[in-house]
């Protein structure tokens, strides 16, 4: 299937969505280690974000991009884990003078936006879905590595419900070109700095419980991360830790980036389709995790959000 999308390119740019998490990291160095190893009639190169340091861990990454040269066009752009265009950032240049245009993608709010696309709004990961399209025997233990870290972050280390007996297949594979789980695990997933951990104890302590405690909402801002020395990068986890709390349907977590305007994480359990909900505001994502930005007060967020979420939850149908 690869061969089919990297036909009459000699020249290819990766990119994903601003703000890169594990799984879009993951599939885009899986994806370029193995167009390196595979293609020596190819050049490949990748353009994200900076992303957590964490993730440097992964070999390829010191090659990446954070900059677009001048005067640089590529026969093909292959957009992963990016619902839409905007979402691209910085690249979104290079995706615009392209020869042609290819997205992979697992975001149900995906509307296909590139000339051609393989969307699986049921797949774990992006990174499941280009181990899809990878010859098994062909696959290095560096592309083995990327893609276990961008499939293990995105299915919270394979404890939600979108990892499919598919995905542990998957998973299997990977492994068994020597990835080294426990320490990939640790290393990118758990492991916290101490400034990580003070300012998730500031969004726990400073959290409040409403809608008859079925949600739980938490923010920092601009002048509480510049306290702590952090990053919105630092903040990874912390909406998913919220969701955890016993009785909690959704969980919301903010982050100002700029006065009165705050980017929003959503996550759920099993009622509310979070994605709808940030679709609603100009966001979007998954079922159960989602996210969206929006101007106002901390407050004025939250009131916005509980008539979307208290709709659903008197909707007999759960829609």
Do not use: W
Request: net charge negative.
């Amino acid at each position: 299937m690869l061969n089919k999308i990297l036909k009459d390119a000699k020249s290819i740019a990766i990119g994903g969505h601003v703000r890169p998490d594990g799984d879009c990291v993951g599939s885009c160095v899986g994806l370029y280690q193995y167009i390196k190893d595979n293609y020596n009639d190819k050049k490949a190169e990748i353009y994200l974000e900076k992303f957590p340091e964490s993730f440097k861990c992964l070999k390829g990454t010191s090659d990446i991009r954070h900059e677009i040269p001048a005067d640089v066009k590529y026969d093909l752009f292959i957009c992963l884990d990016c619902a839409d265009k905007e979402r691209l950032g910085f690249s979104g240049a290079l995706f615009e003078t392209a020869e042609r245009t290819y997205c992979i993608d697992h975001h149900i709010s995906n509307g296909g936006f590139a000339q051609e696309d393989y969307i699986v709004p049921d797949a774990s990961s992006t990174s499941e879905l280009v181990y899809n399209l990878l010859e098994d025997d062909k696959i290095s233990l560096d592309t083995a590595t990327a893609l276990y870290l961008g499939i293990a972050h995105d299915t919270g280390v394979f404890q939600y419900s979108c990892a499919s007996p598919s995905t542990f297949r998957a998973a299997a594979k990977l492994l068994e070109k020597g990835v080294d789980a426990p320490k990939l695990i640790q290393d990118t997933y758990y492991e916290k700095t101490y400034a990580q951990n003070q300012i998730l104890g500031r969004a726990l302590l400073e959290s409040i419980l409403f809608m008859d405690k079925a949600c739980i909402a938490s923010y920092v801002t601009k002048k509480t991360m510049d306290f702590y020395g952090v990053d919105v990068r630092d903040l990874e986890g912390i909406v998913s830790q919220l969701r955890v709390t016993k009785g909690v349907e959704v969980a919301i977590f903010m982050y100002e980036v700029d006065t009165n305007v705050y980017k929003v994480s959503l996550r759920s359990r099993e009622r509310i389709d979070v994605s709808k909900i940030a679709r609603y505001f100009g966001g979007g994502g998954h079922r159960k995790a989602a996210g969206l930005t929006m101007a106002g007060t901390y407050y004025d967020v939250i009131n916005n959000l509980s008539e979307q979420i208290e709709a659903q939850m008197q909707d007999p149908r759960g829609r």
